[in-house]
């Protein structure tokens, strides 16, 4: 599991744009979003690497935490 900070995620159009991304990359994570801390849990096969690369293509920067 994965924990990434996505500063600029603030409403559903965010967390849908950010949850097709990720699963364009892996279509079996399991992901958990906690909208007032702009947070995303990920539980994925997928190195964290290319999950960011993902999330960053679907037009949101991301960082590990």
């Given at each position: ?22 699963k364009?990359?892996?279509g ?9 801390k ?28």
């Open positions: 599991m994965t924990k990434f900070s996505v500063p600029k995620m603030s409403c559903g159009h965010c967390k849908s744009a950010i949850e097709n991304a990720i364009a990359a892996d079996g994570a399991h992901m958990d979003f906690d909208m007032a702009r947070e995303v849990t990920v539980s994925s096969d997928v190195e964290a690497g290319i999950l960011i690369s993902s999330i960053n293509a679907g037009g949101y920067e991301a960082q590990v935490i």
